[in-house]
T-cell receptor
């Protein structure tokens, strides 16, 4: 069955520290993966997609098919990165979401 | 900023009552989705609709019903059969074609059953 696993409910770091939010998936085909972010009092929104191989707000995510992972990374966390992050896997015409990781960045 | 409007933002319901959550969009998007968001469980798909007058069950459709009579509207009814209806409900859409997979979300509706 297709599944997305985010093992950490909460990740706390200090400003300037590196951040890695973990995401593992199970999917039999060629996966399409996404990271969504929800800042306080804002709508859930797309952060980045693996197909684009882009860096958004300093975040990057590399698809590792061998490890079935799509971890989100940022070398130097900022306070404004504090938010809820969801990893998502595309299944046909739907998205399957993980349980989310709350990132707290302390000053 | 318009786009996707969900109403009401907060709703209280007594047990045994049905309640309907509204989702309206002016983005001319074809596909619309309803997700339920619970702490520690992420987002789970309830129902979705690719075109008018057609919709499919998601992973947790039991106790819910939808309709898609207009492209702009996709209301969700939480029936008394839903065993644990207290949750945050999110409506989303995708662009025509939806090839890039990006979902656009509303602000959500929080339902509390008393």
């Amino acid at each position: 069955a297709q599944r997305v696993t985010q093992p950490e409910k909460l990740l706390s770091v200090f400003k300037g520290a590196p951040v890695e939010l973990k995401c593992n998936y199970s999917y039999s085909g060629s996966p399409e993966l996404f990271w969504y972010v929800q800042y306080s009092r804002q709508r859930l929104q797309l952060l980045l997609r693996h197909i684009s191989r882009e860096s958004i707000k300093g975040f990057t995510a590399d698809l590792n098919k061998g490890e079935t992972s799509f971890h989100l990374k940022k070398p130097f966390a900022q306070e404004e990165d504090s938010a809820m992050y969801y990893c998502a896997l595309r299944r046909a015409d739907k998205l399957i979401f993980g349980t989310g990781t709350r990132l707290q960045v302390f000053p | 900023d318009g786009g996707i409007t969900q109403s009401p933002k907060y709703l209280f319901r007594k047990e045994g009552q049905n309640v309907t959550l509204s989702c309206e969009q002016n983005l001319n998007h074809d596909a619309m989705y309803w997700y339920r968001q619970d702490p520690g469980q992420g987002l789970r798909l309830i129902y979705y609709s690719q075109i008018v007058n057609d919709f499919q069950k998601g992973d947790i459709a039991e106790g819910y019903s939808v309709s898609r009579e207009k492209k702009e509207s996709f209301p969700l009814t939480v029936t008394s059969a839903q065993k644990n209806p207290t949750a945050f409900y999110l409506c989303a859409t995708t662009r025509p074609g939806g090839a890039d997979g990006e979902l656009f979300f509303g602000e959500g509706s929080r339902l509390t059953v008393l």
